[in-house]
């Protein structure tokens, strides 16, 4: 392989890793729009604190879900209903 045609063989492979960062750019700041329009996050770690706030308000309603089945299931057992 000759010194030009290394050379265009770089050329490309450096067109190709930019045309791939304009891609990759372009996915980031579509997914960071939908991220503030979808949940007021700006940023990554807004996200990730809305995030735990969320696991942590899931967690809640699981356990009072729970807690109230399981006084419903004493009513019921209660009254003999079946």
Do not use: P, Y
Request: net charge negative; hydrophobic share 35%; charged share 40%.
């Amino acid at each position: 392989m000759t010194d030009e045609q290394r050379l265009f063989a770089l050329k490309e492979k450096i067109d190709e890793a930019k045309n791939t960062v304009a891609e990759l750019t372009g996915q980031l700041q579509a997914h960071m729009k939908q991220l503030n329009d979808d949940w007021s996050c700006t940023t990554v770690k807004d996200a990730e604190v809305k995030l735990r706030k969320i696991d942590a308000d899931i967690e809640s309603l699981e356990a009072k879900i729970t807690k109230g089945v399981k006084s419903l299931e004493k009513t019921i057992e209660i009254k003999g209903i079946e």
